[in-house]
């Protein structure tokens, strides 16, 4: 197997602290430097539509959400991993972009809903589409059978890490 980026800071971890079990480090530290690589391609994938991630994400959040592709603020909050305050200030700026809609609550008077405009809904499954494709290539490399156990693994980790 070719020596990665993080066999060469677990192995100086090692030398320098050969005390410590640093193997939390190859998967996590992996994990990591996945994860900010992914970032950057997808930023690339939805910058060429003219978004940004958080774009993409409450964007796509409404789209999940099947006709009439609509969500209270308080589920896009819980969609996104974002706060209330930083939320009200995303749909303020996709409203201008004309990607969302406003409407009143017909359940809550006091409350709204934000609803995906016909533009809204090109961007995002045409950022999609493209994202796919990006992603379908980084993946490329790791053999078929593999990507379902690895897929499960990730789960597992991840199942557990959710857990309140």
Known sequence: MPEDDVDRIVSAWRRERPELDVTPLEILSRVSRLARRLDLARGAAFAEHGLDGW?????????????????????????TLVTSGTMTNRVDRLLTRGYVERHPDPRDRRGVIVRLTPEGMKAV??????????????????????????????????VSLERP
């Open 55 to 79: 774009e993409f994400d409450v964007l796509s959040a409404l789209r999940r959400a099947g006709a009439p592709y609509e969500l209270s603020p308080g589920q896009l909050v819980a969609e």
């Open 125 to 158: 499954d045409a950022a999609l589409d493209d994202l796919l494709g990006h992603e379908r290539t980084l993946l490329a490399e790791l053999p078929r059978a593999d990507r379902g156990s690895l897929a499960d693994q990730l789960r597992a980790l991840l």
